[in-house]
């Protein structure tokens, strides 16, 4: 069974502050980690090839940097990296990453399953999934929390609302993990170590994909950053009804 | 060019639709009114159409009130066995299809997360997903979507600038509540639904029992937190049990006996980034708000008025925190 993970590299919230009445962004060490929910992803699919055997294959796309998160995908377990990076793909958005990936996955031929995090943490857009599985023509499950394969399907415990439900699909699928659904894991040291001495991900660019500029049109541009309003000094009040219809009012509960 | 020669080339996106969804009450859901209204104000600038969408069983009360929030013509696509995401997305991609819109709008639910990436990535364009603040810019006809990154550190504004239709995803309360105008016009047409022969690759059954893997607490969505002078901790649980809210303290609930090391929420244990913090009885210190300083909405419950919370809390309420417990308790029933 081949499982392809797609992870994204991000910009560690960590290492930025967000002046809101200065409306600028602070970046302090500028270090890049793997969009957490992708490292759930991960975590699901290294679980599937401990319990029923695979090969873990993880995807990232970016510039040189990305190379960074497929070795500690390999220090925790993952079997092949993929490194997808080209002038062509700078700037990608849902659309293009999607199309990206699902030329990679027909590349590598008889992949099973498909596992993505929930969101991007840098676009906190959760499109990439169900995109990823329309431009192959695969079904979809969102916010799984466990997932399982039997012949020929796979199954999965998905979270709607705050109800649990079972859901299964034919494979090949791909699978959202939803973030929070395990904890995972940290690559051994040594591995991670290691990873820059004796392993290199695999690069894949545009012209080994085959895809031309002309396939890789980006649909959304950004246009600019806005912040949050700065926090008002609250207001005391007189009786315990008053802040529940307060809370009410502000959608907190 | 002869009027056949239009007839068969695709017709040119135009209009607002927006894709309501009905409540198990079978209303619109409010998000979708909000939306409806939103998308007229934008198509009274522009000057077309607004379009409204519902799917399910059971819709015919449900056309009239999207026309009063402002749809000009209300497409019901009314079987039995639309309620799988699957049938809705082949529904939806036809009809949109035939009739392709210049903006698709989504109420940001589970219906839109399963929906709008697969119907971009089909009509190859892009998505604005979960936005904040939509607006029409009418001197570039192009759709400009304020959405948080970084879990609401900032905030992106993107666009969609060449491609069509614009997709957008939208948060509640985006808009404002709609105006609601029962003597409004608006058409009703039956969408003919043709599922023969589908079945779709996802089933569904449940619901069931699971229990999730437990959320710690720095991720906790809501908090209720308690400090030295919160006197009854019980109504505290019991706070917590009915906000499904988290249990935390400050450093002084430790030395009461009350929560655990891990519980300790401050410079010197946790810090916590909920919607909701309530703080029964805490004095605020520097080291305890420095462990809130992310959280969006923080409510102070204190017998003393000059406490330092109290002042940089969102809400305050003066008084003895276990009266004010049971009051609050009592309300929320």
């Known amino acids: 069974m081949k499982i392809v993970v797609a992870i994204k590299q991000v910009l560690d919230p960590r290492g930025f502050t967000v002046n809101r009445k200065a409306e600028k962004i602070f970046v302090n060490r500028e270090e890049y980690i793997i969009n957490p929910p992708d490292r759930c992803a991960l975590e699901a699919a290294l679980r599937l090839k401990e319990a029923a055997g695979a090969e873990v294959i993880v995807l990232a796309g970016g510039p040189e940097r990305a190379g960074d998160a497929l070795r500690q995908a390999w220090a925790m377990g993952a079997d092949r990296g993929i490194h997808l990076t080209d002038k062509l793909f700078a700037g990608a958005d849902g659309l293009v990453a999607a199309k990206l990936l699902a030329t990679a996955i027909r590349k590598l031929a008889d992949v099973d399953l498909a596992l993505t995090g929930d969101r991007a943490l840098d676009t906190g857009a959760g499109e990439v999934g169900p995109r990823l599985a329309e431009a192959l023509g695969w079904p979809h499950i969102l916010a799984a929390h466990r997932v399982e394969v039997s012949d020929g399907m796979v199954k999965a415990i998905v979270a709607v609302g705050k109800q649990f439900f079972a859901v299964q699909a034919q494979r090949p699928a791909v699978v959202v993990i939803a973030s929070g659904a395990n904890q995972p894991r940290y690559g051994n040291a040594a591995r991670v170590i290691n990873s820059y001495r004796e392993w290199n991900p695999e690069v894949w660019n545009a012209a080994d994909l085959g895809l031309a500029e002309s396939d890789l049109k980006v649909a959304v541009e950004k246009r600019g950053q806005a912040f949050p309003p700065e926090r008002q000094p609250g207001t005391l009040l007189s009786s315990a009804g008053e802040l529940v219809g307060l809370l009410k009012r502000q959608r907190v509960i | ?333």
């Open chain 2, 1 to 333: 060019m002869s009027f056949m020669d239009n007839m068969n080339t695709t017709p040119e996106p135009r209009d607002i639709w927006v894709v309501a969804e009905v409540g198990t009450h079978g209303k619109p859901t409010p998000l979708s009114l909000e939306i409806v209204g939103g998308a007229r104000m934008m198509a009274d600038g522009l000057g077309c159409y607004v379009h409204a969408v519902v799917m399910g069983s059971g819709l015919e009360a449900v056309a009239q009130e999207l026309i009063a929030a402002g749809a000009d013509r209300v497409h019901v696509a009314d079987a039995p066995n639309l309620e799988h995401p699957d049938a809705r997305c082949k529904v939806l991609s036809e009809l949109l299809a035939a009739q392709p819109p210049e903006v698709l709008l989504f109420g940001a639910t589970r219906l839109a997360d399963e929906l709008a990436p697969r119907l971009a990535q089909r009509f190859d364009t892009g998505l604005l997903a979960h936005c904040i603040a939509l607006y029409m810019d009418e001197s570039e006809r192009v759709l400009i979507g304020t959405h948080p990154v970084f879990d609401g550190e900032y905030y992106e504004v993107i666009a969609c600038p060449s491609a069509r239709p614009e997709i957008a995803t939208v948060e509640p309360n985006t808009f404002g509540p709609p105006y609601l105008d029962s003597y409004r016009f608006g058409e009703t047409e039956p969408v003919a639904v043709d599922l023969t022969g589908f079945a779709s690759r996802v089933s569904m059954t449940g619901p069931m029992d699971y229990a999730p893997l437990g959320v710690p607490l720095r991720k906790a969505r809501r908090i209720v937190s308690a400090g030295r002078q919160a006197g009854d901790f019980e109504l505290v649980m019991q706070l917590a049990g009915v906000l499904e809210a988290h249990v935390a303290g400050a450093r002084e609930a430790l030395d009461e006996g009350w929560i655990t090391e891990e519980q300790v929420v401050g410079a010197m244990g946790e810090s916590v980034r909920p919607d909701l913090y309530v703080a029964v009885g805490i004095r605020g210190d520097t080291y305890h708000a420095f462990g809130i300083r992310d959280a969006k909405f923080v409510v102070a419950i204190h017998p003393e008025a000059g406490v330092p919370l109290l002042k940089s809390a969102d809400a305050g309420l003066v008084g003895d925190p276990p009266k004010i417990l049971t009051e609050l308790l009592e309300s929320l029933k």
